[in-house]
């Protein structure tokens, strides 16, 4: 038999926090090894459960998946008997890495100036050292889409893991989508709102000539840049705005519309059939369920922002949030679960599970659930192809359970990601083991 080195998962976490080093860890700082995880419940999420399974992945690439499959040579054995492993989450809507602290402007890149920013790239504008990413990535999320703010047309979003030391490190996908802000088609009213309806009608109205004349003028860019070399045609002066809208006016690059109301989602609907985009999702969508048939016939999917969130309207059910998964998969619609957004709930991307767990609890199925914050995400980004389920070949992003990852109570015990077991530490847990090491007095609390 060759030889192995079995490691346990307590000594192994212990490892990542440099408490002992008992197992030396990949060979190449950086690289991912050859690793087996052994004795688990693996849930493959699209080919069922396999139980006490060996879990093989190597070069941060899954390798095998079987139920008592052997343990190939050379490779470091992982014993998690009696736990789950599950694919890593994917949040498909948040401004993680762009935000570290709100009031310090030089913190902030969630809100650029300008009413049309097609050029911002959120790839590049991740901090890898965000202490937000560690607070995330402990609690099983692996990856995240990333959407630059700002005016009415965002830029393009990236779709990053959480772990790296630079951004190229960090990337599993540019260029994602363009991200347009649709505004309200209806005043609104309030304690917090000062426009008067005239004024925010009017505003409404400048945002969507805005849009229109961008996607107008990015049009006769392409056609005008297309139409360089032949006879008599010159070349034309490069516009970076236009330049990063080529790929989308051909197609090539999906348009994800962030919209809530009813009127918003027909409005963009309209525009949609104007400019003859094909390729379509929408972030937000507390409405959709009103307009499902039209959106399956569409093959708009749809990124549902959080589940843990309060009724949009006062006469709207206490449930609506929570229900709106379930009514979308019931009608046939593509969707998954993200986060609210924005960079307020930037640092709230650690609940990604919880919004699924609600939603399970009200009318969507639990395999669905699942889904919903792994595979469903995944397809609607395009990436089904390397993450999103436990499957020979895709990327091995991964989380060790103890139970179900959508349940509160449940403990994410390990996480790899792109292969590469990550640090179970964040600035959350040094700061509990600071305070909880505190020295105590004869009338502190006992531990």
């Known amino acids: 038999m060759s030889r192995r080195m079995h490691v346990s998962f307590a000594a192994l976490a ?42 093989v992945f190597e ?23 009696g736990r789950h492993v599950y694919p890593g989450f994917v949040d498909a809507n948040t401004q993680i890495g762009l935000i570290e ?38 609690n099983g999320i692996t990856s995240a889409l990333v959407i630059p703010g700002g005016g009415a047309i965002h830029g393009l979003s990236a779709l990053m893991h959480l772990d790296g030391w630079t951004q190229e490190d960090m990337t599993v996908q540019r260029a994602v989508a363009l991200h347009v802000n649709w505004p309200n088609m209806t005043a609104q009213r309030g304690w917090w709102v000062q426009q008067s309806d005239e004024e925010q ?46 790929r989308v006016v051909r197609g090539e690059v999906p348009v994800f519309f962030h919209a809530d109301h009813v009127a918003q989602i027909r409005s963009l609907l309209a525009f949609v059939d104007e400019m003859k985009l094909k390729r379509v999702a929408i972030i937000g969508g507390r409405d959709s369920w009103m307009l499902a048939s039209e959106l399956k016939s569409r093959d708009i999917a749809v990124i549902v922002a959080g589940t843990e969130v309060m009724p949009g309207r006062r006469w709207d059910a206490y449930d609506e949030a929570f229900a709106l998964p379930g009514k979308l998969a019931a ?42 914050v ?10 089904a192809d390397r993450i999103g389920s436990i499957e ?31 640090s179970m530490e964040s600035r959350q847990t040094r700061l509990f083991q600071k305070y909880d090491a505190r020295p105590r007095g004869p009338h502190a609390r006992a531990r």
């Not at 006769?220 to 840049?225: P, T």
């Not at 020979?392 to 077991?421: H, M, N, S, W, Y």
């Open 101 to 138: 602290v709100g009031t310090a402007n030089g913190s902030n890149d969630t809100q650029e100036v300008g009413n049309v920013n097609p050029n911002l790239r959120a790839e590049v504008m991740v901090n890898p050292d965000s202490d937000l990413l560690p607070v995330a990535r402990i």
């Open 331 to 372: 009608a046939g619609v593509r969707f998954c679960i993200a986060d609210q957004g924005g960079g307020f709930n930037a640092a709230n991307v650690r609940n990604l599970p919880h919004h699924a767990g609600f939603a399970a609890a009200f009318g969507l199925s639990r395999e669905d659930a699942l889904k919903s």
């Open 201 to 246: 009608n009017r505003q409404r109205d400048e945002a969507i000539a805005a849009i229109r004349s961008a996607f107008d003028d990015a049009r006769a860019y392409e056609r005008a840049r297309a139409a360089e070399g032949t006879a008599g045609v010159p070349k034309h002066d490069a516009d970076a705005r236009w330049d990063a809208m080529r």
């Open 59 to 81: 070069n941060g690439r899954i390798v095998s998946v079987e139920a008592n499959g052997p343990v190939p040579a050379g490779a470091k054995v992982i014993d998690q008997k």
């Open 392 to 422: 020979p070949g895709k990327i091995a992003d991964l989380q060790i359970t103890d139970g179900d990852p959508l349940e509160t109570a449940t403990q994410c015990l390990g996480v790899f990601i792109a292969g590469r077991p990550v």
């Open 374 to 383: 792994t595979l469903y995400p995944a397809q609607i980004l395009g990436v």
């Open 14 to 55: 212990a490892l990542l926090i440099g408490a002992t080093a008992a197992w030396a860890g990949p060979e190449v700082p950086g690289e991912a090894g050859k690793y087996a995880i052994t004795g688990a419940t693996v849930h493959t999420v699209t080919r069922g459960d396999v139980v006490n399974a060996t879990l």
